[in-house]
């Protein structure tokens, strides 16, 4: 009877561990959204196919088609870190980088992602190589949302 008693006493402690676990894992594990980018000609407004986008933080990549589409699943959501981390904000940011034969390379930074939803942009605008004297890179940044920079400057404000 002993023997039972520390065996269920065992069997449970060992079943309890393995669910904090699991649930540690699960809470740690990072959010994710998706993205729908379009290419676009910078000039002509025209679609631009077969782009290739990198997300570098991500480890993501994927092609456009011939409408300039390409669709970004399980995007991580990287979250502000430091002092800008103090004030909550609902979405993350990532890196994007495309490369398209005949157009100059471009990079956006600081890339909205929404966890758990799927973003319907940024258009993203290439301009053709040769076009722009002395410019070998296109790179922009997408500013924060406003009512979170508002809320930012409001929490710092003497």
């Known amino acids: 009877m002993k023997k039972r008693k520390w065996l269920w006493i065992i069997s449970f402690a060992v079943c309890a561990a393995s669910g904090i676990v699991l649930l540690a894992a699960a809470c740690s594990a990072r959010a994710s959204g998706h993205m729908k980018l379009t290419v676009i000609d910078a000039y002509s407004l025209r679609a631009i196919a077969n782009a290739r986008i990198i997300l570098p933080e991500a ?80 790179s922009m940044i997408e500013s924060p949302a406003e009512e979170w920079v508002k809320r930012l400057l409001d929490s710092y404000m003497p």
């Open 59 to 138: 480890g993501l990549s994927a092609t456009s088609d011939q409408n300039g589409v390409a669709y970004l699943y399980g995007v991580p959501v990287r979250v502000r870190e430091g002092a800008l981390a103090e004030v909550p904000c609902d979405y993350g940011e990532t890196t994007i980088f495309v490369y398209a034969e005949g157009y100059l390379p471009f990079a956006l930074f600081h890339a909205h992602v929404y966890p758990d939803r799927m973003r319907n942009g940024p258009t993203l605008y290439l301009f053709p190589e040769g076009n722009e004297d002395g410019i070998e890179v296109i």
